[in-house]
């Protein structure tokens, strides 16, 4: 699977679950948990996500 086909799957889980985690997307992508996150940060970057700051989860456990 080459980057574009993964940015794209990435789009696609996140469109069909904006909650993911990384490390569920990672499992569920069956692909590193940091690749999951070079390719976020790579859309992120262009534009196409954001992504919401977990400091001011109060449930910082979770994660």
Do not use: A, W
């Not at 990672?26 to 590193?32: A, L, P, V």
Request: charged share 30%.
């Amino acid at each position: 699977m080459n980057n574009k086909d993964t940015h794209l799957d990435l789009l696609r889980k996140l469109e069909s679950n904006p909650e993911y985690t990384q490390r569920e997307l990672s499992r569920e992508m069956g692909i590193s948990l940091g690749k999951v996150n070079y390719c976020l940060q790579s859309l992120i970057e262009k534009g196409f996500v954001k992504m919401n700051n977990f400091k001011n989860n109060k449930n910082k456990l979770q994660y």
